[in-house]
């Protein structure tokens, strides 16, 4: 017998209902949003991968040499593809450019609650503006796609951080600017490591500064307010912090502007993973913080430039499959997805002729139709229209049929109605 492998799903028609009401509401969003959908391949070269996707993300791709002897990657995101598509064609290309793609994804984790080696995710971009603009647009889409779910604020936050004000802080320890990526993987892994670890890595690349970076590193994790956190780096003596934390203020002043600041809140705990993002950056978590992230993002101006194109500003998140998906069922607010079976057409060996022609004319019409495909008797066909969620069981009766009309059976109620033949199509849409 063969399974699937593992962290990888097959998808029964329930469960590809489900994704398919999934992936209409985030186009539905994206496109609300202003949003144009785009693809890219699922295989690509590896290099694109290893050089700009940050070490985690390499330990975990699924890759190998195909048959020319190319090293290549199913893709584990799709931020470098896009970036390298942008980037072709960015002279041409009207601004700003905000796209959108919903497509799967490999990465090679250990399967656990909301994490599989296969998923799907939507990513949605904006390239070409460098404001606070397009950072507040892409946590708003966020926000918007989560509510168009029936989601709300007691449901899940936006963790909103800062990798600039990170590196500030860095390099206002004397760290080499070599080491600010490796300082910042350490921070972005302090959630999930023990915390005489993160001091020992510390100790290791910081050297003496080791011990009072981790001891500033526990306290801006606690800090929650942009007064906070000014206070906190007035300690340190530069004007670039005050400069940035303005900006984040001004970031906070346009979420709250739309609306939505309850959804937000500063946590500085927040680095991300991956090795590109050079601004604000964000996750969506689950309120009760009982499951990994739902959602990240944000800017990464430099991505496209260091594949060798424009210098083309950029922000952008992801939202995956999994664990949004567990949190709908979790909250029981999914909607009901039966097969949407508009007209189950009902007949006897006498009228099947005339009723299958009619069953052809309204799937030509577009109108979702379906019948039984063996002779059975009316009560067993009208039983196979309940089972289907007909919304109408279409009634080829023998005497009706003699003068050209034929029963109308509402399946929600009794009501039955007898029309003419020809304006069938009319009744079913009163
Ligand atoms: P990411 O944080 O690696 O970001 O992934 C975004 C989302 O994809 C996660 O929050 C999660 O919902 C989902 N996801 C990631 N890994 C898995 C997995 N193994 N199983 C199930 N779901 C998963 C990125 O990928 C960035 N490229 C996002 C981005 C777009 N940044 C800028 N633009």
Known sequence: MFQTLAGFRDFYPDDCAFRNFIFERFRQSATTFGFEEYDAPILESMELFTAKSGEEIVSQLFSFEDKGGRPVAMRPEMTPSLARMVGARASTLKRPIKWFSISEMFRYERPQKGRLRSFYQFNADIFGNESSYAD???????????????????????????????????????????????????????????????????????????????????????????????????KIENDAFARRIDELAQLLARIKAFGVSDFVTIDF??????????????????????????????????????????????VGFAIGDVALGNLLKGRNIVPKLSKNIHCFVVYSTQTETLALRQATILREQKINTDYCLDQATFSKQLKMAAQVNAKYAIIFGEEEAKTGHVKVKDMSSTSEIVVEIDRLVEAIYR
């Open 136 to 234: 507040a647009e892409i946590i708003l889409l966020g926000i918007h796609m989560l509510r168009s779910f029936g989601l709300t604020v007691e449901d899940f936050s936006v963790r909103l951080s800062d990798r600039q004000l990170w590196t500030l802080f860095i390099r206002s320890h004397n760290i080499g600017e070599d080491d600010v990526p490796e300082v910042l993987r350490i921070i972005d892994k302090i959630e999930r490591e023990e915390l005489s670890k993160t001091l020992e890595s510390l100790n290791k690349i910081c050297k003496s500064n080791g011990q009072k970076i981790f001891d500033d590193l526990l306290e801006i994790r606690t800090i929650h307010s942009v007064n906070d956190i000014r206070a906190f780096f007035k």
């Open 269 to 314: 705990s927040i680095v991300r993973g991956l090795a590109y993002y050079t601004g604000f950056v964000f996750e969506i978590f689950e309120r009760s913080g009982q499951s990994r992230a739902l959602a990240g993002g944000g800017r990464y101006d430099d991505l496209i430039k260091r594949l060798g194109y424009a210098d083309l500003p950029a």
